[in-house]
Nanobody, 124 residues
Framework: QVQLVETGGGLVQAGGSLRLSCTVS????????MGWFRQAPGKEREFVAA????????DYADSAKGRFTISRDNAKKTVYLQMNSLKPEDTAVYYC?????????????????WGQGTQVTVSS
């Protein structure tokens, strides 16, 4: 059984930082791309960042570029999302997901495995 568990969410003031972590169990970690997505109340789930199996390629949504950094530690089976300069519009539930391939993808349909999500709230 594949499990993805996100941690690190919370309440932070605008301009602050948070680091999300996602640990995978039940499936090989190092062979697959990983992604972070988010969903705000009343909105569709949207892409935030993705990383290839080796970490050699990363992709970001325009809203995340320059502020967020995705990274991975294959030995720890963990992917991270460092979020800096947070804004109130970053408030959402953040989900990590594991791809069916080794690449970096922004498309939700390429991710068969998802975590339960962690709430990030940015106050103004």
């Amino acid at each position: 059984q594949v499990q993805l568990v996100e941690t690190g969410g919370g309440l932070v003031q605008a301009g602050g930082s948070l680091r999300l972590s996602c640990t995978v169990s039940g499936r090989t970690f190092g062979s697959y791309g990983m992604g972070w997505f988010r969903q705000a109340p009343g909105k569709e789930r949207e892409f935030v960042a993705a990383i290839s199996w080796s970490g050699g390629r990363t992709d970001y949504a325009d809203s995340a570029k320059g502020r967020f950094t995705i990274s991975r530690d294959n030995a720890k089976k963990t992917v991270y999302l460092q979020m800096n300069s947070l804004k109130p519009e970053d408030t959402a539930v953040y989900y990590c997901a594991q791809s069916y391939s080794g690449g970096s993808s922004a498309f939700t349909h390429e991710y068969p495995y998802w975590g339960q999500g962690t709430q990030v709230t940015v106050s103004s």
